[in-house]
């Protein structure tokens, strides 16, 4: 089976930096998505990581350790908007995707 | 270009009942997938089609079928509806399973089994 666990709650201040840690254990690896979820509405696809490192997309970084079953997407420069929650996902041997259940992520002026 | 579309967007059924959710899209994608969302679960696999005319069974896939008769459309049925699969209910494509594609989600569909 798939293990894939992150905080479920961080509070942040505008304009502040949040990193969202993810720890997963899975059968076999084929890479690593973070999505974001705004309250009521459908998870868009943030970043994507499947050799070790630092992937940047403007403000928001993700970081993949392969060997250490751990991930980070790191948000910088917070905005009232980036409030929602955070999903880490990771497709397994199988090519299937397993889901973290999300951090909630809340952005305080 | 509309994406992916899913109808209803909400729905209450009677325990029994039998249902079928719709799930449509326009990007080409040969990957569908279904997926329930319940609070502090995350997203879980029910089925998924690779390509048009298979399906194969997720994580949580009892009570549920799927079919894909073409590429577009990827509908979810529940034969007897159960309480406990009260559930928000995403589609999502990809274009194939593998490499960078990532999913793309439908609006969803909040399903309350009473």
């Known amino acids: 089976g798939q293990n894939i666990d992150q905080p479920t709650e961080m509070t942040a201040t505008e304009g502040a930096i949040v990193q969202i840690n993810c720890t997963y254990q899975t059968s076999g690896f084929n890479g690593l998505f973070w999505y974001q979820q705004h309250a009521g509405e459908a998870p868009t696809f943030l970043s994507y990581?499947?050799?070790?490192g630092l992937e940047e997309k403007g403000r928001f970084s993700s970081f993949l350790s392969r060997s250490k079953g751990y991930s980070y997407l790191l948000l910088k420069e917070l905005q009232m908007k980036d409030s929602a929650s955070y999903l880490c996902?990771?497709?397994?041997?199988?090519?299937?995707?397993?889901f973290g259940a999300g951090t909630t992520v809340t952005v305080r002026a | 270009t509309a994406g992916i579309t899913q109808a209803p967007t909400s729905q209450i059924l009677a325990a029994g009942r039998s249902m079928t959710l719709r799930c449509t899209q326009d990007?080409?994608?040969?990957?569908m997938y279904w997926y329930r969302q319940d609070l502090g679960l995350g997203l879980r696999l029910i089925h998924y089609?690779?390509?048009?005319?298979?399906?194969g069974k997720g994580e949580v896939p009892d009570g549920y079928s799927v079919s894909r008769a073409n590429t577009d459309d990827f509908p979810l049925t529940l034969a007897s509806a159960v309480p406990s699969q009260t559930s928000v209910y995403f589609c999502?494509?990809?274009?194939?399973?593998?490499?960078?594609?990532?999913?793309?989600f439908g609006p969803g569909t909040r399903l309350t089994v009473l």
């Open positions: 996902a990771v497709r397994g041997g199988d090519y299937k995707l397993s």
């Open positions: 999502a494509s990809s274009e194939t399973t593998s490499g960078g594609n990532e999913q793309f």
């Open positions: 089609s690779n390509t048009a005319g298979t399906t």
């Open positions: 990581n499947v050799l070790d």
């Open positions: 990007m080409r994608h040969n990957a």
